[in-house]
């Protein structure tokens, strides 16, 4: 089997670390958990190893009401159910009924695929464990039909997980673990640069100067996101805000931080900073 | 020097198991860590830590152990000799040695030696993946063959020196406590009752009877699978408590916010339960604590929240409650065995840390409720005992004894 090397993408940064968690659970065959921060690239990083890759991506977002079957495939009786009183469809071949989910589709893809298990951690606690034998095994049997759906290509596994939930030590002895650190200032740096290749040293200094204090104010109590920070400095250019006016006063705060009192408390603050 | 680590890590509280280092081993094996300690810090930590809760007692066991070979380790020459004497860690339960039995470590070593082949064939640089070179494209701190600079550091920065960082303190699960991480442990309380209550249709179930039918309407019923926990929280607020008061806020948003329990009620007290609980925070608003008992029984759970930090005249003494114009009739500790017998399965959290539970009254109360920290470990403990996954006792023996250690394990 030939390596694939996962090496970040033109957007998408990846420290040496994820670079190489991401190669071992390929290599290894294995499932790579992220977790981290919100606003640090957990659903990102399944597309930059799908793009970097050029794999196709399946992504199956978790609700809390997901259950591990639905990942594989559902028996759709209701329209069996509609055809057998109304229609006039051949209802005697079960199969045109079973809908296959993402991880039912990812196993039966011609090529190898990127497989995402969005949120892992919105579903029940048993969810995880459910999928363990799937994982293993790369093959479900279809109850239906009797027919055993078997992988062709080992899909590439990226579990996400927001800590909502903890996850069973049985799923987590079969992954592979990377936390995405919340980036320092080098690293927002080089992230910043990406989207905003025109933006001004000076500004971008200003910036991340502020936006690493409001990170650290006790009394904010969600924290913005790199995501956020790109979206701040967008408003900052269009504006034409200059990096000296940024010392005195921190305009469109409301795009960092989301919650009323964050804002309020971060205000008062912000009056009474000196300049730096 | 491998097996000693995971000796190392487990001796330092890791759950490392086997199967998680035998992964380790095949990925040194297929060259993952390259030479390179900084690579197999990364590689150790992805393979057998999987909780960022995790990581600062990983990095300092790393740290420890790393330290003084640091200079003269090398993972390739390690791992050779491991292949050549493949030593075992010790303590291994049975489950573990048959699947130590599985692996084929001739295969291992032939995959680690078609590896150093290829990194001699490919020596010119570039692309070569086992050594030390900063040339490759997979090396720490290196370039990456987009051309981008990745974090903007150099290389210099020592394995060791990284782990003795020690950046994810923060993150630890005995420390941190926030509204999000209570939540997520409190959604670990629940029992799902198959023998409670009257059956439910199961649509599901009904519909698939009767599509396989033809469709012929069957119903079909089924138990409910609905959370039987019925929790009643009780926090000690006011006085000593003080400055605990944002942890048992938070506490208290995120217990309210879960939404699964069958029933969920909170009360106020100070120090110690007497006649009355409140409702609220100051003291004013209450309810004849033997009404609340009489709505309890065994299907609910009790958590106090408090320091257990009184006068043992409080527990013990008819009027010995710290409020001057409050005179009790019963005293304290006869409230909370009351409270014991209604809810067997109730447990006490102690915001202070267990070092300095010496006062003679939190032993007292040790002897009537399992005690746990009010940390994230705490709380999962304390969790697992209410729901039976975990068998912890109220403190036994008569005097006041503050050195029975390690009792909750």
Known sequence: MSFHRFSGTSDYLASAALRDAVNVAIALEKPLLIKGEPGTGKTRLAEAIAQDLELELLTWHVKSSSQAQHGLYVYDTVQRLNDARFGDRDISDIGHYIKYGPMGRAFQAAERVVLLIDEIDKADMEFPNDLLHELDRMSFLVDETGKTVTAHHRPIVVVTSNNEKELPDAFLRRCVFHFIDFPDEAMMTEIVQVHHPQLEDELLRQVLIAFYWLRDQPEVRKRPSTSELIDWIAALRRAGVSPDSMREQLPFLGVLLKREQDLDAVETRVRHRRVH | ?409
């Open chain 2, 1 to 409: 020097m491998f097996t000693g680590f995971v000796v190392h890590l487990r001796a330092r509280g890791l759950k490392v198991t086997v199967t998680e280092w035998l992964t380790l081993m095949r990925a040194l094996a297929e060259g993952h860590a390259r030479a390179d300690l900084a690579a197999f810090y990364h590689l150790a930590r992805a393979l057998l830590v999987k909780s960022e809760t995790q990581f600062d007692l990983y990095d300092q066991a790393f740290a420890e152990y790393f330290r003084d070979v640091e200079a003269r380790f090398d993972v390739t020459d390690e791992l050779l000799s491991w292949l050549e004497n493949p030593e075992m860690p010790r303590l291994l339960s049975d489950e573990e040695l048959a699947a130590l039995e599985a692996l084929d470590f001739d295969e291992l070593r032939s995959t680690f030696e078609q590896r150093l082949r290829e990194q001699d064939e490919r020596h010119d640089g570039g692309s070569r993946w086992i050594g030390t070179g900063g040339t490759s494209p997979f090396g720490h701190g290196g370039t990456n063959p987009g051309g981008i600079r990745v974090g903007g550091r150099g290389g210099g920065r020592s394995a060791v020196q990284v782990a003795s960082e020690r950046r994810f303190r923060n993150l630890r699960s005995d420390r941190v406590l926030d509204t999000r991480s209570i939540g997520s442990a409190l959604r670990r309380l629940r029992r799902l009752g198959k023998d409670e209550g009257p059956e439910e249709l199961d649509l599901d179930a009904t519909i698939d009877q009767s599509a396989r039918g033809g469709g012929e309407i069957e119903l079909v019923f089924g138990p409910p699978r609905k959370n039987r926990v019925k929790l009643l929280l009780l926090m000690d607020v006011g006085g000593s408590m003080d400055p605990h008061t944002q942890l048992c806020e938070r506490l208290f948003s995120a217990a309210h916010a879960a939404s699964h329990f069958k029933s969920f009620e909170s009360r106020f007290f100070h120090n110690c339960p007497y006649e009355h609980l409140f409702t609220d925070m100051e003291h004013r608003r209450g309810e004849p604590t033997a009404d609340v008992l009489k709505r309890l029984d065994s299907t609910w759970s009790v958590i106090f929240v408090g320091d257990a930090w009184m006068s043992p005249y409080e527990l013990t003494h008819i009027g010995g409650a710290i409020d001057l114009f409050h005179h009790n009739r019963v005293p304290g500790i006869d409230w909370l065995r009351r409270f014991r017998d209604a809810c067997p399965r109730s447990v006490w959290l102690n915001p202070e840390p267990q070092r300095i539970w010496t006062a003679p009254s939190v032993a007292m109360v040790r002897r009537v409720f399992p005690m746990f920290e009010l940390t994230l470990d705490g709380l999962r403990d304390a969790v697992d005992t209410i729901c039976g996954r975990r068998a912890a006792e109220p403190l036994r023996g008569g005097a006041a004894s503050t050195t029975a250690r390690g009792w909750t394990h």
